[in-house]
């Protein structure tokens, strides 16, 4: 059974820093096509940050020079270091992975964890 488990949400500041991780299980683990996408309420889930099926990264506007995503395959888990929070950070973090590692056309995430809570405020 595939298993994606997010933690390291939780309340930041303005400015403040947190390290969310997620980690997986269950499935022939691939460094590849693995990302974060978090949902604020009434909003739709975008990702902010993934890896590609090429091993480049991915960011949106919003948080580049901000946030950096990263993996470490001997622990099968996904980070997501986000630096310098804004209050419009604030969001249900999910990552999702391909467990196939993509393909020529791309990734598609198949497998999602349960999310994080994100809360920036002062």
């Known amino acids: 059974e595939v298993q994606l488990l997010e933690s390291g949400g939780g309340s930041g500041q303005p400015g403040g820093a947190l390290r969310l991780s997620c980690t997986t299980s269950?499935?022939?683990?691939?460094?590849?096509?693995m990302g974060w996408f978090p949902q604020a309420p009434g909003k739709e889930r975008e990702a902010v940050a993934t890896i590609d099926t090429d091993f480049s990264r991915t960011y949106a506007d919003s948080v580049k020079g901000r946030f950096t995503i990263s993996e470490d395959s001997s622990k099968r888990t996904l980070y997501l270091q986000m630096n310098n929070l804004k209050p419009e950070d604030t969001a249900m973090y999910f990552c999702a992975v391909d467990t196939s590692g993509g393909s020529t056309y791309g990734c598609s995430h198949n497998y999602w964890g349960q999310g994080t809570q994100v809360t920036v405020s002062s």
């Open positions: 269950g499935y022939v683990y691939s460094m590849f096509c």
